[in-house]
C-alpha cells in the first residue's frame, strides 16, 4: 500500500470549523427564518468591474480566431501585466522592481504556501500570532512544524508575540528564526506595521540573515500615509524580503484567481548539501516549470484594465465602500461599549470578547443579533479572548448588523 | 540565511532544453529567413469553440452584476461541471463516478505533480519510460529520487523498461515499487494500452497493493475500441487507480487550464506514524483546503460546454483534425522509410533514428528539412535513439512538413 504524509492525519482547525457549523445548524434549526447576516468571510460581495469584463471578452475573442489564438503562456505570466505591475505598483513608490522579479499566479495562498517547496525541511519558521492558519499547516505537512503542544502550538514553530497594548505589532523572537511571516494590513487584526516599526523588521532581518515572507493581500486597504505601499519602500528589503500580492479583495478578482509574488534576485539561500549559496528567484522560476500554471490569458488581460486610469479609479471606489462599511461597523462597535482593533486600513475588525470566550462573543451575536462573526481561535490559540469582524459584505447588509450591534446589551 | 531545498540545484533536462536552444540560434544565425516548421510542441493549434466562449461571456456578465457574482467557488469545483463530467465520460462506459471523487484543477500537470504531497517520502516509485520529465522532477524535488547515475536515471525510481518490439508496453518490475506512474495514449511514444494489458497491470497494482497514478490527458485521442476510454472501464482499478484527465488537448483549453483527477473513495494509502490506513480521497480534499484554488466560474462554465451535443461534436471534430495531421505524418515517415509508432489513438508519432543518435536525426530534420522535433532524450534517457512529433500543429504546416519528409535522404 502506497505510504501517506502522515502529517495530513493532524487535525488543522477542522474541529473549529466544525463547532462553527454546529451552531449555525443548531441556530437555523431553531430560527428556521431568521435572516442571519454573514460577516465572516474574507470573500469580496461588489461584482467585476464593467472595465475588466470587457477587456476579458476582448480577450477571449482572441482565443476563437486562429491567428490569435493563444495557446501555453509564459509560465511567469504575460509582460504586459508584469510590466503594469512594475510600473503602477512600484515605480510609483520609487521602488524599482524588475519585471524577471515578478511572478503572475493564482492568488497570494498559493505562493506563500507554496514556497515551502524551495525551503529545506529544517528551516526554523516564525510567525506573527494570531495568523491565517494555512501558513502554519502549509508548515506542518511539509513536517516542519514539529509536534502540537497542549495549548496548540507547534513545537518548531517560533510564534512572535503581538501584545494588543501595541496594536498587536510583533516582538523580537529569543531564538533567531530562518524564515518570518509577517502579514499587514493583518488578517485578522486588521492593524498596519507603520515605516518605524517595518524598518526595525528589515534591519532585525538583515542582521539576522532571515527571509521575510511577507503577505500584502490588503495592502490596498492602506489609506495612511506613514504606512508604506510595500515592504520595498524599505531599504534594504530586497535583500531579505519577498512579497505576496493579489486582485482578490480590492478588484473582486476571488473568484477569477490572479495574484503575483516579487522575488528580488538579490536573494539568496544556502544549501548544506552542496555547500553554497543559490538565488531564490532562480530556483522559484524552477519549481514554476515543474509544478505550476499561470492564470489564462483571459484573466491576466482583465487584470492588466485595473492599471488603466478607469481601473485604478475603480479600485479606489471599491476600497471606500469596503472601508465605508468597516466606519459604520466602528461607530456600532464602538456605541455598544466594545473595545476594538482595525477597520480603519484593513477590511477586518478585531473585536475583544468582552466576556472572555471568544465562543461566548460569538453565541451572543449569532443569538442575538443573527450575525455570523470568526472566533479568534480560527487564527490559532493567540485569537482566542477575540472575535473578527469583516467589511467585505455588501453595505445594506452591514448597515443592518451595525443597527443590531448597536442595540445589543453586553 | 533561510536554507534552501537543495533538490533544486540538480539538473532537470535544463542541458537538454540549452542544447536544443543552441542548435536552433545556430541554424536562425546561418537561415535567416528560412521558415522554420514547430512539430516539437505538446501546444494546440486549434482557437477556442464560439460556444464555449458564448458561455463564458455570459458567465462574466453574471460576474458583474451584484446579485449573480460569484466570488470563491467550492474548493472541489462546481457542481455542473463535475456532474457533466460524471456523466458523459463515465456513465456512458458503465462506470459509476461518485461527484465527490472529482476534483475540477488547473490541468493534469498540476495535480500529477502536486499529488506527491500527500505520499510519504519513502514510497517507492515506478515509472514507465520514456516518460515526461515532470514526474521524475517531482520526485527530485521531494527527495525520493535518491541519486542521479551516469546514465542519467535516478537510483531510487524503479524504471520500467518499454521494449519497442512490444510497442513499448512496461514490462512488470523486478523490485514491487509503492507507486507506478502509467500514462497512455502515451506522451512521447504515441501508443495506447489494450484493455487485457490494463487489466493484467490492474491485477498487478491490486495483488500487490500498489497505487496507480494514471495520466489520461490524450485519451479522447483514442478511437480504437479495444482501449478502454477510462482506466475504471478495468473491474477493480477503483481500489488502486487516480486518474488524470484534461481539457487541454481536445478542446484547446492548454491556454485556459482545466483539468480533473479522480481520486475513488476506495483507495487507502497507510501511514506508518499513526500505524493505520487512511482515505486519500478525504486527504487530498485537505490538501485542496491548504494549498489549491481551482480555475475560475468563468472557465469551468466554458468546460461545462464541451459536454452539450455541439460541445461534444466540436471536440469530435478536434480530435479528426490533429489525427487528420498524424495521418499525413505518418504516410510521409512511411514513405522516407523511417519506422514509427503511435500517430493513431494520440497526436504523437515517436520515430527511431536511422542513425542510432537522436541528435543526429534531430540535426537532419532542423538542417534539411527545417523541421524541428523533440529529441528523445527530453523524455528521459530511454528515450534516446528516437524524436517526437507532434501533430497538434496547423494542418497546412503539417501538410509542407510531411512533403519535406517524405522526400528527405536518409
Redesign the interface.
Known sequence: ??????Q??KV?NDDIQDRIDKKINRFRAIHRDAPLIALDSG????????GV?EA??KA??E????A??????PMEGYPFLIDAIVKYNFQTYKVRIDPDEVFIN??T??DL??FG???????RIATIDPVSQ?YI??NV?SNRAGVLNESGQWSHIIYLECPKENDFMPEFPKLRP??IYLSYPNNPTGCVMPRQVMEKWVKYAIDN???ILFDATYKSFVTDPSVPQTIYEIKGAKKVAIEFRSFSKNA?F????CGYTIIPKDI???????DK??N?NA?WR??L?????T?????QRGAETLFSPEGLAWIRENINYYLGNAAILRRALGEAGLKYWGGVNSPYLWVESPYGSSWKMFDKMLEECNILCSPGERFGPRGRGFVRFSSLA?QSRVMMAATRIAEMKI
Chains 1, 2 share one sequence.
Open positions: 500500500m502506497a505510504l501517506i504524509n502522515s495530513f492525519l488543522f470573500d469580496v460581495s461588489l461584482p467585476l468591474s464593467p469584463t476579458m471578452v477571449m475573442a482565443m476563437t480566431g486562429e490569435t489564438f493563444k495557446g501555453r503562456g493564482h492568488g495562498k498559493e504556501v507554496g517547496d524551495i525551503l529545506h525541511r529544517d528551516n494555512d499547516a502549509a505537512i530562518d524564515v540573515e532571515v527571509l473582486g476571488t473568484g477569477l484567481h539568496t539561500g544556502y544549501s548544506f548539501s552542496a549559496s543559490a531564490l530556483l524552477k519549481r516549470g515543474i509544478k505550476n500554471y492564470p489564462s490569458y483571459i484573466i455588501n
